[in-house]
């Protein structure tokens, strides 16, 4: 069982920046690809990046493109997303999910994280 633990989340101003991090229990490189996904309140859950086991592939969220980078240190075990100028619609709590294949459905995730709260404020 492979155990995903996001940190990072928090209040911010819209048009500021927070940096997510998922550290996980195994090597990532064994996990494979990995991905980030959100849900606000009363919304599904939405995909918003993921990368590929070696960090050369990454797929974006059309809403996010540009302002939120994804990446992967895989001798610490542990993926980023660097979210800049933040929406109050990027508010959300912030799922890490954990391969093996690089997709953006979620279903195809096969560990989860247990979420980070990031709240943007007008």
């Known amino acids: 069982q492979v155990t995903l633990v996001e940190s990072g989340g928090g209040l911010v101003q819209a048009g500021g920046s927070l940096r997510l991090s998922c550290a996980t229990s195994?090597?990532?490189?064994?996990?494979?690809?990995m991905g980030w996904f959100r849900q606000a309140p009363g919304k599904e859950r939405q995909f918003v990046a993921a990368?590929?086991?070696?960090?050369?592939?990454?797929y974006y969220a059309d809403s996010v493109k540009v302002r939120f980078t994804i990446s992967r240190d895989n001798s610490k075990n542990t993926v980023y997303l660097e979210m800049n100028s933040l929406k109050p619609e990027d508010t959300a709590v912030y799922y890490c999910?954990?391969?093996?294949?690089?997709?953006?459905?979620?279903?195809?995730?096969?560990?989860w994280g247990q979420g980070t709260q990031v709240t943007v404020s007008s």
């Open positions: 195994e090597r990532t490189r064994n996990i494979g690809a």
């Open positions: 990368i590929g086991w070696s960090g050369s592939f990454t």
């Open positions: 999910a954990a391969g093996p294949e690089l997709t953006v459905v979620g279903s195809a995730y096969r560990y």
